[in-house]
Structures are given as structure tokens and as C-alpha cells.
């Protein structure tokens, strides 16, 4: 069974940083495209940052330049490195893995981390 546990949320102060870390267990990792994704209160989730199993990046607009993503299939980790953090980033932080095989699409998600960006 596949299972994302996601670590590292928390309160910090407008500007700060936090580093989000994301552990699958059950699967062959490095296989799994992995994403970030986030929901703002009373927004719909959107996705944040991705990370193919090749190791291409790509970020949302809103979070170019302060936030950077990074993989450790050895670890099967997937990071969030958050820097210059805004109130508008508050949000609860979710862990996303997909593959597409055999036409078949299996995604999973963790439970999700909480991020509050307050003075």
C-alpha cells in the first residue's frame, strides 16, 4: 500500500522560511512524477511545484523565486524549500505522487501538513 507522510509544516513569521518534506513508502519511487499542492482557506487545492521522475521542475507562478523543489529517490523524499513566505501562503501543504502505466493512472496523496505564515 501505497503511503505519502508529509512533514515540516508549521507557524513562522512573514519572510521566514520552512522546509516541507514528503516520505513515500509502498512503491517504486522513482517512478512516481511528485508535486506539491496546497488549499487556502476556503480556496479550491492548486498545485504549488512538480518534480518529473526525470527531474524536470516546473513552479506555479505564485511561487517562482521563493520556492524550490527537490528529490532524493535513495530517500524517496520529495522537499519543499520555502523562502520569503507571505500570509497569502497560508495553507494546508499536500504530497502528490502519479505515473501513468499501461494506460492506467495511480495517484495518491499524503494527508497533508499545515503552513501558517502570521505575525
Known amino acids: 500500500q501505497v503511503q505519502l507522510v508529509e512533514s515540516g509544516g508549521g507557524l513562522v513569521q512573514p519572510g521566514g522560511s520552512l522546509r516541507l518534506s514528503c516520505v513515500g513508502t509502498g512503491t517504486i519511487f522513482n517512478l512516481y512524477d511528485m508535486g506539491w499542492y496546497r488549499q487556502g482557506p476556503g480556496k479550491q487545492r492548486e498545485l504549488v511545484a512538480d518534480i518529473s521522475s526525470g527531474g524536470a521542475l516546473s513552479y506555479a507562478d505564485f511561487v517562482k523565486g521563493r520556492f524550490s523543489i527537490s528529490r532524493d529517490n535513495a530517500k524517496n523524499t520529495v522537499s519543499l524549500q520555502m523562502n520569503s513566505l507571505k500570509p497569502e501562503d497560508t495553507a494546508v501543504y499536500y504530497c502528490?505522487?502519479?505515473?501513468?502505466?499501461?494506460?492506467?493512472?495511480?495517484?495518491?496523496w499524503g494527508m497533508g501538513t499545515q503552513v501558517t505564515v502570521s505575525s
Open positions: 502528490n505522487s502519479v505515473r501513468t502505466w499501461r494506460s492506467r493512472r495511480y495517484e495518491y
